[in-house]
Antibody
Framework: QVQLQESGPGLVKPSGTLSLTCTVSGFSISSGYYWDWIRQPPGKGLEWIGSIYHSGSTYYNPSLKSRVTISLDASKNQFSLKLSSVTAADTAVYYC?????????WGQGTLVTVSS | DIQMTQSPSSLSASVGDRVTITCRASQGIRNDLGWYQQKPGKAPKRLIYAASSLQSGVPSRFSGSGSGTEFTLTISSLQPEDFATYYCLQHNSYPHAFGPGTKVDV
C-alpha cells in the first residue's frame, strides 16, 4: 500500500524558508509517476504548488515560481519542498501526493504557520 | 494559464436529493479533469478521474461527465456522508489548477 507522510517545522518566521519533506513508503519514487505539492490556507481552497517527475523534471505554479524549489532524493525515497521569503499568506496545510492516471495518493497534510 | 470555475459555490440539499456541480475551464482540457471530495480536517479524496471514470472504491452514486471546457459531477442520491466540499482539478497543462470548490451542506 502506497503511503505518503509530510514532515517539517510547523512554525516558520516571516522572511524565512519553509522546508517540508514527503516520505513515501510502498513504492519507489524513482520508478515513476509525478509527485506533487498542494496547499490549503485555513478555510480556503486548494492550490497546486508544483510537481516533480521521477526523472527530476520540475513544474511550478508561476505565482510561486520565484520562491519554490521541489527536489527528489531517491536514496531516501523522499521528495521535498522549499518555499523562500515566506509571509503570513503562506500559512496553510501542505499536502504531498502521488499523481497517477488511475491512482491518487495523498499524505495527511501538515499545517505550517508563518509567524514571528 | 487555465482558470477553473465551479458553480454553485455552495448548495443546501437533503438526503436522497440529486446534486449536480459544474466545473468550467477557460480553455479546452480534453478530459484531463478529476473530481475531489474533502471533509473537514482531511486530505481530499479523488472520486472521478479522466472526467468520467469512477475511482476504485467510490460508490456508484457518484458520476462525472463532460469534455473540453464543461464538466459535471452528479450525486444521484445524496447520503449523509456526502456532505463535504467538492473540487475539480485540471491536469491538462501546467500550472495545474483547482476549481474554487462547492460546499454541499444541509
Amino acid at each position: 500500500q502506497v503511503q505518503l507522510q509530510e514532515s517539517g517545522p510547523g512554525l516558520v518566521k516571516p522572511s524565512g524558508t519553509l522546508s517540508l519533506t514527503c516520505t513515501v513508503s510502498g513504492f519507489s519514487i524513482s520508478s515513476g509517476y509525478y509527485w506533487d505539492w498542494i496547499r490549503q490556507p485555513p478555510g480556503k481552497g486548494l492550490e497546486w504548488i508544483g510537481s516533480i517527475y521521477h526523472s527530476g523534471s520540475t513544474y511550478y505554479n508561476p505565482s510561486l515560481k520565484s520562491r519554490v524549489t521541489i527536489s527528489l532524493d531517491a536514496s531516501k525515497n523522499q521528495f521535498s519542498l522549499k518555499l523562500s521569503s515566506v509571509t503570513a499568506a503562506d500559512t496553510a496545510v501542505y499536502y504531498c501526493k502521488r499523481r497517477g492516471a488511475t491512482t491518487d495518493y495523498w499524505g495527511q497534510g501538515t499545517l505550517v504557520t508563518v509567524s514571528s | 494559464d487555465i482558470q477553473m470555475t465551479q458553480s454553485p459555490s455552495s448548495l443546501s440539499a437533503s438526503v436522497g436529493d440529486r446534486v449536480t456541480i459544474t466545473c468550467r475551464a477557460s480553455q479546452g482540457i480534453r478530459n484531463d479533469l478529476g473530481w475531489y471530495q474533502q471533509k473537514p480536517g482531511k486530505a481530499p479524496k479523488r472520486l472521478i478521474y479522466a472526467a468520467s471514470s469512477l475511482q476504485s472504491g467510490v460508490p456508484s452514486r457518484f458520476s462525472g461527465s463532460g469534455s473540453g471546457t464543461e464538466f459535471t459531477l452528479t450525486i444521484s442520491s445524496l447520503q449523509p456522508e456526502d456532505f463535504a466540499t467538492y473540487y475539480c482539478l485540471q491536469h491538462n497543462s501546467y500550472p495545474h489548477a483547482f476549481g474554487p470548490g462547492t460546499k454541499v451542506d444541509v
